[in-house]
């Protein structure tokens, strides 16, 4: 899903905290002319993205009776909370904690090792190592988690960290890493030398300027990593169902499946394992609509 | 970008710094660079290796030679799965960039319900492949889905249960999950578009068809090749989606390759083959990218990189 495909280099513009200013009104005429088509096409683009979703929701207050016998596409005639009961009562709360735990666990560290690691090459410009250091990242961003998943079996393994939630935690916050860099150093490059200078001139040593300057002049950049790389990993799959086996430890994905096979047909009830494992993110996406979408695209569409 | 050189194994130990104080900051790129270093290039480094060795899921590996490489390419499953993936490429590839072109150009304008649009339509991106999965598998359900409660013949099908119609629902599914993402990107390119193209052409006379393939369709060139390789190199590595939705199946109609590399390692215990086709999904991917990049004429590196 999103953290497969869309490890993209961002350049300076990664952060956008406004759509951008709109085009000139002649533009804008113009393009609403031409695109008559397209817009009778959003339209049904949206009715086909709204259709599943709408119906995952109406589905999960719908008794197992009701919904056998009444229009799968009609709301419910009484509301019932019954289904949501149901999942809760299946150690839901244990999967949405572990979630929690390795979301929070791999984003904080990845986060904070990236930006160092950003601001160093910024900072370092020059030195051969860390151009060598940036052009792994560089090349990491090539790297699919998919390709390497049987070594990172076998690593776990021989750490004796099989089963565990850290062992979802290790290789997450390391594939985080190189798009992290790549956009937070483009970032910092923003910020005009003259204050670095200043800084120095203060006295202040690099790793003062880091956290006292770098850091708060790049927030909405490391708000947007974050966005982007909490969302990859809480809806990560595959390092959890091979890196666990224990159900304690599966997370909401996972659970998912789980949920899916344990209800079989009761739809109402899988609708509403669905709809409960979503709504921490569409609740995170009213919150930071915008950082979202800049942090998806990060950078592209110049 | 992806060029292959070798890891940077072979750093000099002491730092030169030609301009500034480099050598004071260089550490602090060492905890990330180790974490990736561990968990990133050692395991590339070592599927390598791994696909010239045998060994189970228990993790005694034996080097063997060339046995697992020969084992992996005679198997007929790899033939299947490759051109399996490629189907799954092609065709999504082929549906999702008009309707995402349409839609981003579109959405570029000022349009008064564009903002209420916007804020529905990029849902899709937040959910996780299994969540996305579970759902349709239940809509089209062919007892006690949507084409049976609306008692509508048409949609009332095996959908999963056939090969062509489970490679369709595959490609829809994707398509409804990345569109909006692509959309995106080509709505930001339209942006960028001058002006004054429009209001020259106009002078001469062109109608808005002809502006829309004569400026809008060419200067969107390097957008639709970068598009196209998250497209086409994301599509490589679907696993999630099609684990839940059909597993592989009907048979073998949708075992791709990621698919296929966990079945054969994960579920076969024959760790050396799998990884023998994880190596294959690297080069696959890499040249995909290589070749697009090539096509796209330019050398902004940053650009291309797809995942």
Known sequence: ?302 | MTTLAPPAVRVPETSRTTGGRGGSVTWMALPAFLMFFAFGIIPLVGVLFLSFTTFDIIGTVVPSGLTSWKAALTDPGLMNSLWVTFLIMALSWLFQTPVSILLGVFLAARFRYRGFLAVFFFIPLMISAAAISITFKALLDPSFGLGNGLHIDALNQDWLGKSNLAIGVLIFIVSWQWIPFHTLIYQGAVRQIPTSMYEASQIDGAGRLRQFFSITLPQLKYTIITSSTLMVVGSLTFFDLIYVLTGGGPGDATNALALQMYRLGFQSNLMGPASAIAVILVLVGLSLSLLLRRLGGRADESQLEGA
Do not use: C
């Open chain 1, 1 to 302: 899903m999103v953290a497969t495909t869309s490890h993209q280099a961002p350049g300076s513009h990664a952060v956008r905290r406004q759509p951008s200013p709109r085009p000139k009104p002649s533009l804008g005429r113009r393009l609403k002319q031409l695109n008559w088509i397209g817009g009778g096409f959003s339209w049904i683009w949206l009715l086909v993205v709204m259709l599943p979703l709408y119906w995952i929701v109406i589905t999960s207050f719908k008794t197992q009776d009701s919904y056998f016998i009444s229009n799968p596409l009609a709301p419910p005639t009484s509301l019932t909370f019954e289904n949501y009961k149901t999942v809760l009562e299946q150690h839901f709360v244990q999967y949405f904690l572990n979630s929690v735990i390795v979301t929070v666990g791999a984003i904080v560290p990845a986060v904070t090792i990236s930006f160092m690691a950003a601001f160093a090459i910024v900072r370092g410009a020059g030195s051969r190592v860390l151009k060598t250091i940036n052009g792994v990242f560089l090349m990491g961003l090539a790297i699919p988690l998919q390709a390497v998943i049987i070594p990172v079996y076998l690593m776990v393994i021989k750490l004796q960290l099989y089963d565990t939630l850290l062992a979802i935690i290790l290789p997450s916050i390391a594939f985080a890493i190189p798009l992290s860099v790549l956009v937070l150093s483009n970032f910092i490059r923003d910020v005009p030398k003259e204050l670095f200078e200043s800084m120095r001139m203060d006295g202040a040593t690099e790793w003062g300027t880091m956290w006292r300057l770098a850091f708060p002049l790049t927030r909405p950049a490391l708000v947007t990593v974050t966005i982007y790389n909490a969302l990859g990993i809480w809806n990560g799959f595959l390092l959890p169902l091979i890196l666990t086996q224990n159900p304690d430890r599966r997370t909401m994905p996972l659970a998912l499946v789980n949920f899916q096979g344990q209800f079989g047909v009761n739809f109402p009830a899988i609708a509403a394992s669905v709809t409960l494992t979503t709504i921490p993110l569409v609740l995170l996406y009213a919150i930071g609509r915008r950082q979202l979408l800049s942090g998806l695209t990060a950078g592209f569409g110049k």
